[in-house]
């Protein structure tokens, strides 16, 4: 009987084939795994790249607010206190019974002035800028500098940055507010309309709504406009006159503040100044009025705009130089009586008051350009021609009677004058040949960091 055939050597064979192909299997499994989980690493970096390149910071604001907290959680290393000193410093009055104000738009046209003629008399000044484009920051960034040079510190922040304003009034204990930030200008409205609602309306409020649980809750001066006379026809303008006419949006955001200041004075005992300015001009002035590219364009050689009404007429407007302006606003402020307030809740009747702030000398825009034309020593290309439906108004003429009364406000500053000042400093700011006229150098001119 034959033996059966040996398979044992077989069953080796398959056995170490089976063993093998489990090892290849292991291996493939494994070298798969990473080439699935570097794929998807790639596809998230892929993506993740792509949402920060598509979707970046919703706003300035976001921005602004991340460096904020920046600030604060250097703070909490020791990385803010030179910070904290700056502001307590800045703050600290030098004169008995002085201010510490927190000046708003510091680094602007008339933010800059009032907190040099506030510090110069003694006060404690603090300014708050958010150094938007809406005009050159590098005419904000000059100003800021000449602020420096008198120890007047401006925190950079927005007035809807509730941390930042709230920060402040923790380390400061602000007697006043002379509130100037604002988004300025009538024709840009028609462009940017958001920005007049977040800065005159929001911003407004939100500085309000800090102030109304400060303690001790500051005086607040704020500036209006006499925009918000709009399409009123009596003249001169008196605050007894009607202002729920206007003309431009930026006009009826000035509007909706006097009325929002109104609210809060009734609700919190917050006491409150509006000033309504009339057409300020001057030195460190601001480049999108027409004083200001009037003098730019004329040195240019550039052709000169010059409105009419529809009618034909001149368009005339009550001219107000800064100094007056600015003596203006610190009576304003000398004559504002506490808040009565405590903790958001109103003890007592406030004070709530509005003035015209204007030289009470209307000027055709025709005849300041002539007062230019003999300054520059340059005949303008002037092209006459209707004034275009975008919110401007014709005419406007300040009745100051009430701002006399109350504190002494009377403007002794003519065109004439406060354009040979403006010009004086143009040509040295912007470095131009000068063309002007020999003038003797004992005239009574501003000095670049006068107010």
Not at 84 to 89: I, Y
Not at 273 to 282: D, E
Request: charged share 20%.
């Amino acid at each position: 009987m034959a033996s059966p055939p040996d398979t044992s050597k077989t069953i080796k064979l398959e056995r170490y084939n089976s063993y093998i192909r489990k090892v290849n299997s292991t291996k493939l499994l494994n070298a798969s795994s990473k080439l699935l989980f570097r794929a998807t690493l790639l596809i998230a970096l892929i993506l993740v790249f792509l949402f920060t390149f598509n979707y970046p910071p919703l706003s300035e604001t976001a921005n602004h607010h991340l460096h904020t907290h920046s600030n604060f959680l250097a703070s909490a290393f020791g990385g803010g206190g030179a910070w904290e000193r700056q502001v307590r410093h800045s703050a600290t009055p030098r004169r008995p019974n002085g201010f510490s104000v927190l000046v708003t738009g510091a680094a602007g046209f008339v933010g800059s002035h009032c907190s040099l003629a506030l510090k110069k008399r003694g006060d404690g000044v603090v300014g708050l800028d958010n150094f938007n484009t809406y005009y050159d920051p590098s005419l904000k960034r000059a100003r800021q500098a000449l602020l420096t040079q008198h120890q007047i510190f401006i925190a950079e922040g927005d007035l809807n940055d509730t941390p930042l304003l709230t920060k402040l009034f923790d380390l400061v204990p602000f007697t006043h507010i002379l509130h100037l930030a604002a988004q300025a200008g009538v024709r840009y409205a028609m462009q940017n309309p958001q920005s007049y609602i977040k800065s005159n309306i929001a911003g407004f409020v939100n500085l309000l709504e800090v102030s109304k649980t400060a303690n001790p809750q500051p005086s607040i001066v704020w500036a209006s406009s006499s925009s918000v006379y709009g399409l009123n026809t009596e003249n001169p303008f008196s605050e007894l006159h009607r202002t729920d006419q206007p003309a431009s949006l930026y006009a009826a955001t000035k509007k909706a503040g006097e009325e929002i200041a109104h609210t809060y004075n009734h609700i919190y005992g917050l006491s409150l100044t509006g000033l309504r300015f009339f057409t300020v001009y001057g030195p460190w002035g601001r480049p999108d009025m027409a004083y200001f590219f009037f003098t730019k364009d004329i040195l240019h050689g550039k052709t000169v705009d010059v409105y009419q009404t529809q009618d034909g007429k001149e368009v005339a407007r009550d001219f107000t130089y800064i100094d007056d302006i600015v003596k203006g606003c610190v009576g304003a402020l000398d004559t504002a009586e506490k808040s009565t307030g405590s903790g958001g809740k109103k003890r007592g009747p406030a004070q709530l008051r509005i003035y015209n702030l204007g030289n009470t000398s209307p000027v055709p825009v025709g005849k300041l350009v002539s007062i230019l034309e003999n300054l520059l020593s340059t005949k303008a290309k002037k092209h006459i021609i209707k004034m275009p439906r975008n919110g401007d108004v014709p005419y406007t003429h300040a009745n100051v009677t009430l701002a006399y009364k109350d504190f002494g406000y009377k403007p002794t500053t003519d065109l004439a004058t406060g354009l040979r000042k403006f010009v004086k400093w143009y040509v040295r700011y912007y470095g131009i040949q000068s063309r002007l006229k020999k003038e003797n150098h004992n005239d009574n001119e501003l000095p670049e960091d006068s107010a």
